[in-house]
Each structure stands twice: as structure tokens, then as C-alpha cells.
């Protein structure tokens, strides 16, 4: 069974970091694409970070280049996003992603609250 298990959400304050972590099992972990996205109140689910399998490439949205960093574990087939220097903007629900060809999978999403 597929899974992928988001944690690490909270609420911090403008200019706080937080760590994200996703849990990956049921499937070929390092031969992944695995990605972070989010969705804000109102707004699409957005791209912001992807890693390539086994890490060979990252890619980031604009608006956290340079703030926000992914990165895996594939012994623990565990995929991170640290983020830093956060912005309310930032809110978001984040959501851990992995695909590889036509097979997508999804978590369910972990909570960052930005705010003062």
C-alpha cells in the first residue's frame, strides 16, 4: 500500500523556519520524482519544490528560491523541505507528491501558518 505521510506543520512567526518531512512507503522510493506543493485558502495547488531520483536535480518555485531547500534520504525514503526566513505568504497546506511515469501518488497534506 502507497503511502505518504507529511509532518512537521505549525504555526511560526514571519522570518521563522520550519522543516517539513514525507514519509514514503509502499513503492520504489529513489526512483521518484518528489515533490512539495501547497495550496493556500483560495488559491490552486501550487509547485514549489521538486527532486529528482536520487537527488540528481532540484528544481524551486520563484517566490521560495533561495528560502527554502529539498532534499532526501533515500535509506529512509524520506523526502525534506526546509524552509527559512518564512513569510505570511507562505501559508499554506503543503503536500508531499511522488511520480515516476503515469503513477502519481499524494499525501494528505501537513498545515504551515505563517504569522505573528
Known amino acids: 500500500q502507497v503511502q505518504l505521510v507529511e509532518s512537521g506543520g505549525a504555526l511560526v512567526q514571519p522570518g521563522g523556519s520550519l522543516r517539513l518531512s514525507c514519509a514514503a512507503s509502499?513503492?520504489?522510493?529513489?526512483?521518484?520524482?518528489m515533490s512539495w506543493y501547497r495550496q493556500a485558502p483560495g488559491k490552486e495547488r501550487e509547485l514549489v519544490a521538486s527532486?529528482?531520483?536520487?537527488?540528481?536535480?532540484?528544481n524551486y518555485a520563484d517566490s521560495v528560491k533561495g528560502r527554502f531547500t529539498i532534499s532526501g534520504d533515500n535509506d529512509k525514503n524520506t523526502v525534506y523541505l526546509q524552509m527559512n526566513s518564512l513569510k505570511p505568504e507562505d501559508k499554506a497546506v503543503y503536500y508531499c507528491n511522488a511520480q515516476r511515469y503515469a503513477s502519481v501518488y499524494w499525501g494528505k497534506g501537513t498545515l504551515v501558518t505563517v504569522s505573528s
Open positions: 527532486i529528482t531520483n536520487r537527488g540528481a536535480s532540484t
Open positions: 509502499g513503492f520504489s522510493f529513489s526512483l521518484h520524482v
